[in-house]
């Protein structure tokens, strides 16, 4: 069953658009485009992180990107498109075109600053460069489709006090999700974050977040399929038992969280944040359990075809949860070196049928080489387990991915990048991990900014 299309972001955010610029048309407005392309080259010999090991795969990509954008003192509107077009060798059914499509406006008044972003992703899903929590979850390529809405309010309620509130909504869906073993689902997060600047070097942070999550259609229903029946010999004949087949078949499960946190400059060059609280999820699964079958046919006490389900009951299942949630980093910047330190522990939606608590850590090193050459080496490690019962197999698993880059500006224009990148994936729970290995080198060219003012 498909999710329900409740919004059209590219309406919605025309017409907001439209309400935005209203305000300053007696103004003069820049108007504005800055196009760029990307031409990759990849080699992977894991590229959809599974057990077992697998061919090595050659891509080549090509990535074109618009962004375009009308702006005034107070206002202003953004746009940007970009294909991304993967052609593979080694393996077939991996050949991919992403479409990516993002909106964003934002007004301001005095003490105010009201934003609307959206956008219509269509992205392929499969071992990337940065994770997220489907990755390895299915070894095959599909499509993920993501529409996205997300207003957002800061008011200045004095010098130092903020306040802003930001809701975002998601509808994202898989093509063949099901058989792939990936769930459709929607998700509503609204948060209220105050802040307050306690003295030049303080801040301090309260945030109340409320995260919704329903996947609808988890799985088929039963009615129709096979029912699993155990055909026992007795002194009177065969007894016929119809063994429970329980199946999630939806789940919706809400989040509510409180985060208190602050931020310290030490000096110039270095900044800490700390931010602690907690969470309480409720979730609630619809379970459905074959009832009534026809009789199988039995010849000397053995089943010898199948029943059919043909009556079902279902159940909801509740599940109540709680847990601790954090932000801790550091920002340190020498004169050539930049360091950043990370650990977090967060709640987030997944393809898996259940919202998934990530708990992260990530350093990154970036070091200044020469005046056009930068270099820099990144590990991160996330720990992801299911919050309610999960219908995809293998959600809770550790996952690490580490690897040096270089970034050199050849011209003013022309940048080229190259990589290494090493991922390994352990399933909770069982001996199963996967390892990845990649290699890459791209070229980005980008043009100077085309602005004009009217």
């Known amino acids: 069953m498909p999710l329900p299309r409740v919004f059209r972001p590219a309406t919605v955010l025309a017409l907001c658009c439209v309400t935005l610029l209203a305000p300053g048309t007696a103004l003069a407005t820049e108007w504005s485009a800055t196009p760029n392309v990307t031409l990759g080259m990849l080699e992977n010999d894991n590229i959809l992180l599974t057990p077992?090991?697998?061919?090595?795969?050659?891509?080549?990509?090509?990535?074109?990107?618009?962004?375009?954008?009308?702006?005034?003192?107070?206002?202003q509107v953004m746009g940007s498109a970009e294909l991304r077009n993967y052609r593979y060798w080694g393996q077939s059914g991996l050949d991919t075109t992403d479409q990516v499509y993002d909106l964003s406006s934002l007004y301001k008044t005095e003490r105010s600053t009201w934003q609307l972003n959206g956008g219509n992703d269509r992205e392929s899903v499969i071992s990337g460069t940065t994770f997220n929590p489907n990755i390895g979850i299915v070894h095959t390529q599909t499509q993920q489709t993501t529409r996205t809405l997300n207003p957002a309010w800061t008011w200045q309620a004095s010098e130092r006090t903020q306040l802003t509130l930001n809701?975002?909504?998601?509808?994202?869906?898989?093509?063949?999700?099901?058989?792939?073993?990936?769930?459709?689902?929607?998700?509503?997060?609204?948060?209220?974050?105050?802040?307050?600047?306690?003295?030049?070097?303080?801040?301090?942070?309260?945030?109340?977040?409320?995260?919704?999550?329903?996947?609808?259609?988890?799985?088929?229903?039963q009615l129709g399929q096979t029912a699993y029946v155990t055909a026992t010999p007795t002194a009177n004949g065969i007894d016929l038992t119809l063994e429970p087949n329980p199946r999630q078949i939806s789940s919706d499960s809400t989040t509510d969280s409180l985060l208190l946190g602050i931020t310290h400059s030490f000096s110039e060059t270095l900044t800490g944040n700390l931010a602690v609280g907690g969470r309480k999820t409720k979730a609630d699964s619809t379970v459905e359990t074959c009832t009534t079958s026809t009789p199988p046919t039995i010849i000397a006490g053995q089943s010898v075809d199948t029943a059919t389900c043909i009556q079902t009951a279902t159940t909801i299942q509740p599940e109540n949860g709680s847990g601790l949630l954090y932000t801790a980093g550091f920002d340190k910047h020498f004169e050539r070196t930049h360091l950043t330190l990370s650990v977090s522990r967060q709640v987030s939606p997944s393809g898996t049928g259940t919202q998934v608590q990530v708990t992260a850590g990530t350093l990154g090193v970036s070091q200044q080489v020469t005046e056009n050459l930068n270099a820099i080496v990144s590990l991160a490690g996330y720990e992801v387990r299911a919050l309610s019962s999960p219908t995809a197999q293998f959600t809770d698993r550790n996952y690490f991915q580490g690897g040096p880059s270089l970034s050199w500006n050849w011209t003013e224009n022309l940048t080229v990048g190259a990589g290494y990148s090493y991922v390994r994936q352990k399933y909770l729970g069982t001996p199963v991990t996967a390892h990845e290995n990649s290699v890459y080198l791209n070229f980005k060219y980008a043009w100077r900014k085309f602005s004009i003012s009217r």
Do not use: C, M
Not at 173 to 202: F, K
């Open 52 to 75: 077992i090991p697998e061919k090595s795969v050659t891509a080549l990509t090509f990535t074109p990107h618009l962004d375009l954008g009308a702006a005034e003192e107070n206002w």
């Open 167 to 221: 809701y975002q909504s998601n509808i994202v869906s898989y093509e063949n999700g099901l058989s792939v073993g990936l769930i459709n689902y929607l998700s509503r997060d609204g948060t209220a974050t105050l802040t307050y600047q306690w003295s030049p070097r303080d801040q301090f942070t309260v945030q109340i977040d409320s995260a919704y999550f329903k996947a609808p259609q988890s799985a088929v229903s």
